[in-house]
């Protein structure tokens, strides 16, 4: 059987096209871009004010700053005069992708290690060297824990799809050969 027949090629040719409606796209890039802002700005208010962690503000900073970064950069259009140009420019483009990526998880990572091993600082007492403001340090905090439940949630829907496929091929192939 040649792959242009095949029953699976039209759920890869799906696969390789994200199924995101553009106005889908355009709402999670402004409220990617709320929560980025809003990072910059907890931790930019909040600068001195974790005796117990002082680098969470300095953490929601940087992780703001990449993430409105990417935003942005997700809404530049390159395109290249020639081929070549284009076969550069986007091997160049993986490159940094992938390097500003690595960035971004051991960011996230280390943020996670600040913020999950001083739960729960002191919220009330401002001399304690325990000390957090409580607005900083739950921002932080919940932030990070939704990405966790995010994370989890893309996970078990990816699963589903995954054995759903798998079901649906499997249907379709038995039927193809009972016919």
């Known amino acids: 059987m040649d792959p242009e027949s095949s029953l699976y090629t039209p759920l890869l040719r799906t696969i390789e096209e994200p199924p995101v409606s553009p106005m889908a796209s355009v709402c999670m890039k402004i409220m990617t871009s709320i929560l980025a802002i809003a990072s910059i700005t907890i931790g930019t208010i909040y600068l001195d004010s974790c005796t117990k962690q002082y680098l969470i503000p300095i953490y929601l900073i940087v ?25 550069r420019v986007h091997k160049i483009g993986r490159i940094w992708k992938r390097l500003l990526s690595l960035f971004s998880l051991v960011w996230f990572i280390t943020g996670n290690v600040w913020i999950y091993c001083i739960y729960e600082p002191d919220y009330i007492d401002k001399a304690s060297p325990n000390y957090c ?6 921002f932080a905090f919940w932030t990070t824990t939704v990405s966790y439940i995010l994370l989890g949630i893309a996970l078990c829907l990816g699963c589903c799809g995954v054995l759903c496929a798998c079901a649906l091929g499997g249907s379709l192939q038995i039927g193809q050969r009972r016919s």
């Open 133 to 138: 403001d409580k607005t900083l340090y739950l």
């Open 63 to 87: 992780s703001g700053s990449f993430t409105l970064f990417f935003v942005m950069i997700s809404l530049v259009s390159c395109t290249p005069n020639d081929e070549n140009d284009y076969v």
